[in-house]
């Protein structure tokens, strides 16, 4: 059929600007699918992981070892399991934690290798086995028995593997987790025995009443709490956004462009359109024609992306599962996002496209065989401006800026778009370096935390004091918190408060993070429980203090024994600038600030390359745009180009005339780009951490900002040079032709 070798031809002509809105179909759809299938599986793979290995509700301990835990889950409907660990030393700089094979709660799943079969073999994290270069079947020795390495594994307990249920910054260099048979830990001192919990009912406070009549709990960790299971879902909820957001952006800018590509078309057209209504085709078949242009470029871009977006989705599942320590049980092609990745584009497409051409079908046939009707108006806009007094140059720069204000702003809108995809990446890792460098290193200042499995009363040999309890808001009991009691004078933690005077801790201190999620100021009370004794009071906030490290509450150590009802000078937990020699039985857990920081920098190392490839894709996607719509603008200028070479301009003063202008759109698009990146960044980051105990205060290094500038800068140099070739190719004869007609 004619139209149809006409479809072919007109899209051969243009290839480069309907190649180029084509991939960007492509990697929206490619976008949307990986991460929004990836994000699906591995809800499903987590969830699935978590019921079929039973994770914990909670876990504690206790001063004694419980006298009748059978009698507890038949009265409580519980499931509930001892189990035992011990961290053994590698070398001095990394520690092995060796947990008790589990028979009911936190079952493990064998990624690589095969389950425990004897006492001599043991399973690995695969992180810390990679990490250390351990392989399955090599031999390892630990307090001087060997074992063999019968594979990697993954337990829910330590989906994210960190040394404190508090952590946040894993380091497999430094510390790993491996399963090995009861047995063996029985044999070895210092071993020490904690308690998970499974509730089939809502009566978690009744069993803790009913364990403290008995005994006294001395740490207890809700699963909600424990940045070891809740850390992965916060990651998970952050990849779906991006799938669902990102994408849509893309797309958006595509449909602005195709629709700008389309029009422009038809408006060359306005002859050929009339003429085909004198040949006798009908309006619908004209129709069917010029939504061909948007479909074709819907159905085969969509197409690719989905079949590039199913490739890329395994990859992405597997880098994230490992490091998130989760076995990938399933993998679900997920066919409501399928299709939705196939129909997104042209559900966007084809009704914008429609309404354009019935839109030029309202004008009358013999009209379209003339050209259209001519309109020349000046706009309001320009009304204001007063024009007379400029020179040539500047009066010619500002009608045609005032004249095409929608293409101008749809090419500030672009660029936006590409430099909040930039800016992104470096807001990411400099927003995270911050939480390290200032609310970390900045406020920590000991290298060592020792957490005791029973209160203390007399002096620490060296460090210093302080009592931790987890407690939860009694008005919003999803809301946990920890209390820290501290003696006046402590320098093992220094903080600030948010005008930067140094705080002392005679008075009660709220961290910022905590103070931004319950909208507390500085005066105002809070009434808390203590999940360990179940004691209720009320806190009033003395100051806010400037960090984002947990959900944290800092008072005197006197006062907080005095509300909790401990002894007068007891304490849990020492803080000291060097090594402690502490018997291993009297310890529920230690760590190293080192560690912490090392793994950060780990962290960081792959990072750093996905902030290269964000660069990279945020390049391509504005040089595409920029290469559009200034081919556009070339295009549609042709006539007054050619005009000016007949009146014996150089090329170099008709590039600066008809295009050079719009750098200032460039740089103006950036600019809006960046409070846009960070209000967008800032809620995705929330969305992150919403499960997390933590908040990441949204910065970004002035130095950052200026390689986004001069990459976004770049893109649109590449732009004018791909685009120099069409403008020498317009030649003087076309404005003589047109003043012959």
């Given amino acids: 059929m004619p139209l149809w070798k006409k479809l072919f031809r007109t899209i051969a002509e243009k290839k480069a600007q309907y190649f180029s809105a084509w991939l960007l179909v492509v990697i929206s759809s490619a976008l949307f699918y990986a991460f929004t299938a990836a994000g699906a599986n591995l809800v499903d793979n987590l969830e699935t992981f978590y019921q079929e290995n039973n994770v914990e509700d909670a876990r504690f301990f206790v001063q004694h070892p419980l006298k009748s835990p059978q009698q507890l889950e038949d009265r409580f409907h519980v499931q509930l399991e001892k189990q035992m660990s011990l961290d053994v030393s590698m070398d001095e700089n990394t520690d092995l934690r060796l947990i008790s094979n589990s028979e009911k709660i936190n079952q493990y799943s064998v990624i690589e290798g095969e389950k425990l079969q004897t006492k001599d073999e043991i399973l690995l994290d695969q992180g810390f086995a990679k990490a250390h270069a351990l392989a399955v079947g090599e031999e390892m020795e630990l307090k001087g028995k060997t074992f063999t390495v019968a594979g990697t594994m993954a337990t829910p307990a330590y989906i994210y593997p960190l040394k404190s249920t508090s952590g946040f910054l894993k380091n497999p260099d430094a510390f790993g987790v491996a399963i090995v048979q009861e047995d063996i830990l029985k044999k070895w001192e210092n071993a020490h025995d904690y308690y998970t919990v499974r509730f089939q009912e809502d009566n978690r406070g009744a069993f803790k009443e009913a364990v403290t009549e ?62 085909l209504y004198a040949l006798g085709y009908k309006k619908a078949e004209i129709i069917r024609h010029y939504l061909s242009y948007a479909a074709i470029l819907a159905v085969t871009g969509s197409l690719a992306g989905t079949v590039i977006g199913w490739l890329l989705m395994h990859p992405l599942m597997a880098s994230f599962a490992h490091f998130y320590n989760l076995p990938v049980l399933d993998t679900n092609p997920y066919f409501p996002y399928l299709i939705v990745s196939f129909l997104l584009p042209m559900v966007f497409f084809l009704p914008l ?350 130095i950052n900002i200026l390689i986004s500038f001069f990459v976004i800068l770049g893109a649109y140099y590449v732009t004018v040079l791909l685009n120099k070739r069409q403008l020498k190719k317009i030649s003087m004869q076309e404005a003589i032709n047109r003043s012959t007609e």
Avoid: C
């Avoid at 699963?223 to 797309?251: H, S, V």
């Avoid at 962290?603 to 750093?608: C, D, R, V």
């Avoid at 549609?636 to 003063?653: C, P, Q, T």
């Fill in 214 to 275: 008995q005994n006294q709990i001395l740490n207890w960790v809700d699963k909600e709490d424990n940045n070891r299971i809740t850390f992965i879902k916060g990651d998970i909820t952050g990849i779906k956004k991006m799938g669902e957001t990102l994408p849509i952006g893309i797309l958006l800018i595509t449909l602005v462009i195709i629709s700008i590509l389309l029009w422009r078309l038809m408006k060359k057209e306005y002859v050929q359109i009339g003429t």
């Fill in 353 to 702: 496209t429609y309404l354009l051409v019935r839109r030029v079908l309202k004008i009358p046939p013999v009209t379209l065989m003339k050209g259209g009707t001519l309109k020349t108006k000046v706009n309001r806009i320009e009304r204001l401006f007063k024009l007379r007094k400029l020179d040539f140059k500047k009066k010619f720069i500002t009608r045609d800026i005032l004249r095409n204000l929608p293409r101008s702003g749809f090419l500030a809108i672009g660029v936006l778009f590409a430099s909040l995809l930039l800016l992104m990446g470096f807001i990411t890792k400099d927003s995270m370096t911050y939480l390290v460098d200032e609310n970390f290193e900045n406020v920590y200042h000991y290298q060592y935390e020792y957490t005791f499995n029973q209160l203390q009363t007399g002096e620490p040999e060296h460090g210093q004091a302080a009592a931790s309890a987890p407690f939860v808001v009694q008005d919003d009991e999803d809301q946990s918190l920890t209390i820290t009691g501290l003696k006046p004078g402590n320098t093992a933690i220094q903080l600030e408060s948010m005008t930067g005077e140094e705080l002392d801790f005679d008075s009660v201190i709220m961290n910022k993070s905590l103070a931004e999620k319950l909208e507390i100021s500085p005066g105002d009370s809070l009434e808390v429980t203590n999940q360990l004794s179940g004691e209720t009071f009320s806190v009033t906030v003395d100051h806010i203090a400037n960090s984002y490290l947990g959900d944290m509450i800092y008072m005197p150590l006197k006062k907080f024994n005095q509300l909790n009802g401990y002894p007068e000078n007891s304490y849990t937990t020492v803080y000291s600038d060097q090594k402690l020699d502490i018997p291993q039985e009297k310890l529920a857990a230690k760590s190293e600030i080192s560690d912490m920081v090392s793994g950060f920098e780990k962290m960081i190392e792959p990072l750093n390359y996905f902030i290269v490839a964000i660069a990279l894709a945020a390049a391509v996607i504005a040089i595409i745009i920029m290469y559009i719509l200034i081919s556009l603008m070339i295009e549609e200028n042709s006539y007054k180009i050619s005009l000016m070479k007949v009146l014996g301009y150089h090329n170099r003063e008709i590039h600066k005339l008809v295009i050079g202008y719009n750098r200032w759109f460039v740089i103006l698009g950036f600019l809006l780009g960046i409070p846009v990146t960070f209000v967008s960044t800032s809620a995705l980051l929330n969305s992150v951490t919403a499960e997390m105990n933590i908040t990441i205060p949204v910065k970004i290094d002035w």
